[in-house]
């Protein structure tokens, strides 16, 4: 073997995502898991029932189309078209995908060359700060800082720079549940065009709004022709493990993440794709339901948090809350906090230093899922009082 380290140096000291590390840390202690993203209950029946029915018709079980089946592309564009009266040819102006994962990767292998700057919003998500650096290209964080989690705007147009390619925006914010508001993204949008940007705009968690609503950039003046937006299934209707995404925007835009993504899974998730289809077109009264359930089960865990001494930042979307643990624990960091939490009460959450390029500004914020059954929730609150 030779002396050459195996590893890309681009992916060097990336390591083992932290979501796999805490949940591998959780089933090894029996603890529960408020730390990785996925909710304890799945979805509604009437679609795991077509997920289970497309796979004895045999829909879906051989390749389907690259760019998606086309009841799925459908239901992407009327979704968009029933939330945000946006407009798409499903036949041009949308991709289904494995996961927004997939769509990420796609769209930042599709989009940027080596050396391109990418602004994102810090904390990042994880696979934001691999898929760029992937492409070659150099990520740049926009901060948002605790209390309040805004991004400034003014430091926005100072980033910028002639190699600035993207604007990677994700709204609403993982982990720190903020919002953009319309103010926000006019002004992020006004950027946009006059420095002849993209935004790829990452709204995986559109329809896990409490305060405000969601409004997708690409609904602005001057951004239907830049802005790559991507969601996926799995948050909306509970089953991530079915990895069914989708993006859209203009054809020129699709077309260049699809070519990228036709050579990364090609397709996946087919019968999963008819059973998806399905779901987008729920009535109404699921995604209300949805959203007030999640946000119940926020405000229950938000209490119990503040009850055992934690500073809650109270999200207005996702299901992550972002707390602060240098009262409750003095000069303890969020990575040593989060790796012993278990032994000391039985849970698990995620350290937000992680998604910082510099640890110290995220150094001492953990986050937590909220996305489980109520007697679940309330038996994590009752462990963290112990500490
Ligand atoms: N973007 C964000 C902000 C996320 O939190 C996640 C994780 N759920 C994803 C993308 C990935 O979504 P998917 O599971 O559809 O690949
Ligand atoms: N998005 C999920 C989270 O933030 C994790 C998904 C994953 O493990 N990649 O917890």
């Not at 979805?43 to 077509?50: F, H, N, T, Y």
């Not at 953009?180 to 006004?190: G, R, T, W």
């Not at 050579?263 to 399905?278: K, N």
Request: proline fraction near 7%; hydrophobic fraction near 40%.
């Amino acid at each position: 073997m030779s002396a050459r380290p195996l590893l890309n140096r681009r992916l060097d000291g990336m390591g083992t995502t932290i979501f796999a590390e805490m949940s591998a840390l959780a089933v090894r202690t029996g603890s529960i898991n408020l730390g990785q993203g996925f909710p304890d209950i799945d979805g509604p029946s009437e679609i795991a029932e077509a997920a289970a029915r497309a796979v004895v018709e045999g829909r879906g079980n051989q390749y389907p189309p690259g760019p998606g089946i086309p009841e799925l592309r459908t239901a992407v564009a009327e979704h968009q078209q029933r939330f945000y009266g946006l407009d798409h040819d499903p036949d041009t102006e949308v991709l289904v995908t494995a996961g927004a994962t997939e769509a990420i990767a796609a769209a930042m292998l599709a989009l940027l060359e080596p050396g391109d700057e990418v602004i994102a919003l810090e904390p990042f998500y994880d696979s934001y700060a691999a898929c760029i650096a992937m492409a070659g290209a150099r990520r740049v964080p926009l901060t948002l800082h605790a209390p309040d989690f805004r991004p400034d705007l003014d430091r926005l147009r100072s980033l910028i720079t002639p190699r600035t390619r993207i604007l990677l925006l994700n709204s609403p914010h993982n982990p720190t549940g903020t919002v953009l508001d319309k103010a926000e993204l006019s002004a992020i949008a006004a950027l946009a065009v006059e420095h002849d940007l993209l935004v790829v705009s990452d709204e995986v968690y559109e329809h896990l709004v409490f305060a405000g609503s969601h409004h997708p950039i690409a609904a602005l003046p001057g951004m239907r022709e830049r802005t790559v937006t991507i969601s996926s299934a799995g948050k909306t209707f509970s089953f991530t493990g079915w990895k069914v995404g989708w993006v859209t925007g203009s054809r020129e835009l699709v077309t260049a993440v699809r070519t990228a993504k036709q050579f990364l899974t090609y397709v996946a998730s087919g019968p999963f794709q008819y059973a998806v289809a399905e779901a987008l077109a729920l009535p109404g009264t699921y995604y209300e339901a949805f959203r007030t359930d999640l946000q119940a089960k926020r405000d229950l865990l938000a209490t119990g948090l503040r009850d055992a001494g934690f500073t809650v930042y109270e999200p207005q979307g996702t299901y992550f809350i972002t707390t602060d643990i240098a009262r409750l624990a003095p000069g303890v960091d969020a990575l040593t906090f989060c790796r012993t939490l278990p032994e000391k009460c039985g849970v698990v959450a995620v350290p937000n230093s992680v998604f910082y390029d510099h640890p110290e500004a995220g150094r001492t914020q953990v986050r937590f899922a909220f996305c489980k059954r109520p007697d679940v929730l309330t038996e994590a609150a009752e462990r963290l009082q112990r500490l």
